[in-house]
């Protein structure tokens, strides 16, 4: 669909992208309010709507704003960070497989959390140090797999193997650590959302709101040119290089924040991307639709985690990591057959 | 190094190419077994407490002499373990690459070893089982079923190097989300499986080591009598067909073998990445692609690594220790990326 404005300007409008994104936005919202409602204090979503909208008792005003609203803003804007993060890098390495947590920079952060740890830095380091780790392994990555040019496999096959040697690092950063930082790194490493409050979502919406508008209203269009080859995108006017750097740089930042916000959180990455371009039947780089689709899975693992197994939480990035998991490895067996990876 | 000297003398200009000259063949083993005994004697002598080669001797020999209980009770079985394991990473790699023509095949990077550390998890948290002999069944269950999941999902015989280390990473993501979970469900599992998880010898004891001899021993000898086929196998189907050997009966083979070595190995020390990757390439740098030769070199040279890496990691966090999985991650990783730099087919 083409809107036309009288000016004499166009847009094209994929209207089935649209309802795609706008339907996982409504799926992760709607996970969201029944994750608010739902814990020891239980209460209608009716009655969380009134709250969240600024009408409830103070009693439901406090649980729902100090104690599960900055959890679910957290897994929302983790889970939209990731989502964005796997579209950027699998359009950029063209390889479906190309996410980050698969390429190393997701045990980066990791690593840049672990040395904060150790060091005996509270919850803002942390952030910081998984930032500036996630960061540094993506210089790193992209060093060692330049050789006139950067190439998918390469990049994948250097990203594993980095992937394989930090996670030695970190393992070696626990066995480091004193006894109750071990154990809240432990916790930290799986990827969950427990207990986290207001200055661990402030980092990241300033992050995501920094980055998301010029990459989705900048990057998009220039991203779908640069799949068709960079010699055509720089002949159709692309400023290729720098383009690139710039998609680069914002996709490492995301995956890099959202680490630090709810650890190194599995498979969100790979797989939002790909069910959202399996739904908008687009091949483009599906910015949006898996942004909103990232957002959607993430919360809805966070609730299934509390819900799955009575009496126990389940960290978020175990339910990713198996469910993920499992669909990578479907993933690799039908794209086999079809001969594309 | 003798190692660089034998590598020199094997591509002097004037050597005749396809036959090793005599010197390599004789002074090889010779050597590679000189290294192993050097690494052994090493870690018998360094850790918490510094032992003299003669202190050593004592230890080993003398039931009265002070250093007895740290030699024999300690050291000993920890060296044994590393002697018994190593090898078995080492020829299980060497298999691999063989088998699967590629050469970045690693029964840790291809999730084979985490496939087991799931099964073995399970046996000690669902059901209870504590002893080795309990769960190294258990451990070669669940290497077997990786074996044969990562295969057929990297494609089978049509397997790119590419394809099958993404399908091990992706089974390696999985299974350690198991483990994960299982642990955190489990509070006194954890407890039990923390050392184990991250791979280390320092749990030794002497029932482990007596407990794994049989399974290497067999993954051993089944390895040696696959050599000759597995050669075959490397000229192609049909070549190997006409020269008599049987690719689907040596395939199953070397399953078999690769299930048996690392599941042992597994089950002993926990999971190890990258013994498996290196030691086969250094290898085949010095014997070329024979595996008549390779493998019995594997099975010298990978514990030698394996000891030396957790020699290394006793001396570098003196009193406490570095675990040798943390310590191979480390060392092993920059030459898988060394390999995949120079790879031709990392280019296309």
Known sequence: MILRTPGGWSVRVRTRALAVGALCLLAALVFAVVAIGSGDYPMSPAAVVRTLAGYGSAADAFIVEQVRLPRVLTALLTGAALGLSGALFQSLVRNPLGSPDLLGFTQGAAAGALVTVVAGGGSVALMGGAVAGGVATGVLIYALSWRQGVHGYRLVLIGIGVAAILTGVNGYLLTRADIPDATRAVLWLTGSLNGRGWNDVVPLLVAVTVTVPPVVLGGGRGLRMLEMGDETAYALGVRVERLRLMLLAAAVLLASFAAGAAGPVSFVALTAPQLARRLTADPGPNLVASLCMGAALLTGADLAGQRIIPGHQLPVGVLTGVLGGGYLLWLLATQRRRGRI | ?348
């Open chain 2, 1 to 348: 190094m003798p190692v660089t000297d034998l590598a020199r003398v094997e591509s002097r200009p004037d050597a005749p190419t396809g036959v090793r000259p005599r010197a390599v063949r004789v002074a090889g083993p010779f050597a590679a077994a000189l290294f192993l005994l050097a690494v052994l004697v090493l870690s018998l002598a360094f850790g918490a407490k510094q032992l003299s080669p003669a202190e050593v001797w004592h230890g080993l020999t003398d039931p009265h002499a002070p250093g007895y209980t740290v030699v024999r009770q300690i050291r000993l079985p920890r060296t044994l373990l590393g002697l018994l394991a190593g090898a078995a990473l080492g020829l299980a790699g060497g298999l691999m690459q063989a088998l699967t023509r590629n050469p970045l095949a690693d029964p840790g990077l291809l999730g084979i070893n985490a496939g087991a550390a799931s099964a073995v998890v399970s046996a000690i948290s669902f059901f209870g089982i504590n002893s080795f002999t309990g769960y190294v069944w258990f451990a070669f269950a669940g290497a077997g079923a990786v074996s044969v999941l990562v295969w057929a999902v990297g494609g089978g015989r049509g397997a790119t190097p590419v394809r099958l280390a993404l399908a091990g990473t992706a089974v390696n993501a999985v299974m350690y989300a198991y483990v994960n979970a299982v642990q955190l469900l489990d509070t006194d599992s954890l407890d039990r499986m923390r050392f184990w998880t991250v791979g280390s010898l320092a749990s030794a004891r002497p029932a482990t080591v007596t407990g794994i001899l049989p399974f290497v021993a067999a993954g051993t000898v089944l390895a040696l009598l696959l050599a000759r086929p597995l050669n075959a196998l490397a000229l192609g189907e049909e070549s190997a067909n006409a020269l008599g050997a049987r690719p689907a009966r040596t395939r199953a083979g070397t399953i078999v073998a690769v299930t048996l070595l690392c599941g042992a190995a597994t089950a002993a020390c926990g999971p190890i990445v990258f013994v498996g990757l290196m030691v086969p390439h250094v290898v085949r740098a010095l014997t070329g692609p024979d595996l008549r030769l390779l493998l019995p070199y594997c099975a010298l040279l990978a514990p030698t690594t394996l000891l030396g890496a957790d020699v290394l990691g006793r001396v570098l966090a003196r009193p406490g220790e570095v675990q040798v999985g943390i310590v191979t991650a480390v060392l092993g990783g920059p030459f898988f990326l060394h390999v995949v730099r120079r790879g031709r087919w990392a280019r296309a």
